[in-house]
């Protein structure tokens, strides 16, 4: 795991949208590089990434988190794309190096203020995480509950995850997948920009081991019901019933949702197994 990015502006600030931000240079490698992307986006599943763009600044204590705490967290020194957020082909990370171990791998798409990735880590230490999150805001929060729950077995990684998937995981990788509240892009003519669609769910299968399961949360009822329109006839997918994923805490996102009357749809599904 490199900790230095040749690339980056030597006072430790990248672009992004438009304006130059600080960062230190010890963390986050979000510039672009040497390495464009494919002319045709790789395997094709860039049309749509894992985010939307959001004011990227930090305050104070998430600045002083990452000072801190990215050298321990931060995967860094991963070949971009034109658009910094994005990976480009490179071989996959070799996660028993990026751990100290062999063991496990849960994935967790947009890991917001860190609640979710804390609290799994913590529960299941046999295993091994990484967070895909393009905000160093994010980071930053999500860093300072890292450090004081203490944990070890987890990596965060600047980025769009689609990508993150496409290029950084080796297939077959992933016991479990998360992706609690992805953006609903709401209006119809938007969504096409949903993350989970017919191109993604066969990237997911892809990097899902067998018999993974791939967790989803929404509190939109049109997104559910999309999410049950993708998955469920999928003939690599069996869905799971069941409550509540009980690792999964109540965060501040998903209470607000809660207080303004949206209903909370949980969704496993579990990868077969080939014959």
């Known amino acids: 795991?490199?900790?230095?990015?040749?690339?980056?502006?030597?006072?430790?600030?990248?672009?992004?949208?438009?304006?130059?931000?600080?960062?230190?240079?010890?963390?986050?490698?979000?510039?672009?590089?040497?390495?464009?992307?494919?002319?045709?986006?790789?395997?094709?599943?860039?049309?749509?990434?894992?985010?939307?763009r959001r004011s990227p600044r930090m305050n104070g204590s998430q600045q002083a988190s990452w000072e801190r705490n990215a050298p321990r967290?931060?995967?860094?020194?991963?070949?971009?794309?034109?658009?910094?957020?994005?990976?480009?082909?490179?071989?996959?990370?070799?996660?028993?190096?990026?751990?100290?171990?062999?063991?496990?791998?849960?994935?967790?798409i947009g890991v917001g203020a860190g609640?979710?990735?804390?609290?799994?880590?913590?529960?299941?230490?046999?295993?091994?995480f990484i967070g895909f999150e393009v905000y160093e805001k994010v980071l930053?929060?999500?860093?300072?509950?890292?450090?004081?729950?203490?944990?070890?077995?987890?990596?965060?990684?600047?980025?769009?995850?689609?990508s993150g998937l496409e290029?950084?995981?080796?297939?077959?990788?992933?016991?479990?997948?998360?992706?609690?509240?992805?953006?609903?892009?709401?209006?119809k003519r938007h969504h096409k920009r949903r993350l989970v669609g017919p191109a993604f769910a066969e990237l997911v299968l892809s990097r899902l081991?067998?018999?993974?399961?791939?967790?989803?949360a929404t509190d939109w009822d049109d997104y559910a019901t999309h999410i049950h329109e993708v998955l469920d006839g999928?003939?690599?997918l069996v869905s799971v019933p069941g409550a509540r994923f009980a690792v999964r805490p109540m965060t501040r996102f998903e209470a607000r949702g809660v207080a303004a009357g949206r209903t909370i749809t949980d969704f496993t599904y579990r990868k077969v197994a080939d014959v």
């Open 115 to 128: 609640e979710t990735l804390t609290a799994g880590a913590t529960a299941w230490p046999e295993c091994d």
């Open 1 to 52: 795991m490199n900790t230095t990015n040749p690339t980056s502006p030597r006072d430790g600030r990248v672009r992004v949208d438009g304006d130059l931000q600080t960062v230190p240079t010890a963390g986050f490698s979000g510039v672009p590089n040497a390495h464009p992307a494919p002319e045709n986006g790789g395997a094709g599943f860039h049309s749509v990434v894992s985010y939307i």
């Open 73 to 108: 967290y931060i995967v860094t020194g991963l070949p971009r794309a034109t658009t910094a957020s994005q990976f480009t082909t490179q071989p996959p990370l070799d996660l028993v190096a990026l751990f100290g171990r062999d063991a496990p791998l849960v994935v967790e």
């Open 234 to 236: 999928h003939p690599k």
């Open 140 to 162: 930053g929060s999500t860093m300072s509950k890292l450090a004081k729950a203490e944990l070890n077995n987890v990596r965060l990684i600047a980025g769009d995850a689609v």
């Open 209 to 216: 081991a067998p018999g993974g399961l791939w967790r989803l």
């Open 167 to 187: 290029h950084l995981l080796p297939p077959e990788s992933i016991r479990e997948l998360w992706t609690f509240f992805p953006d609903p892009w709401q209006k």
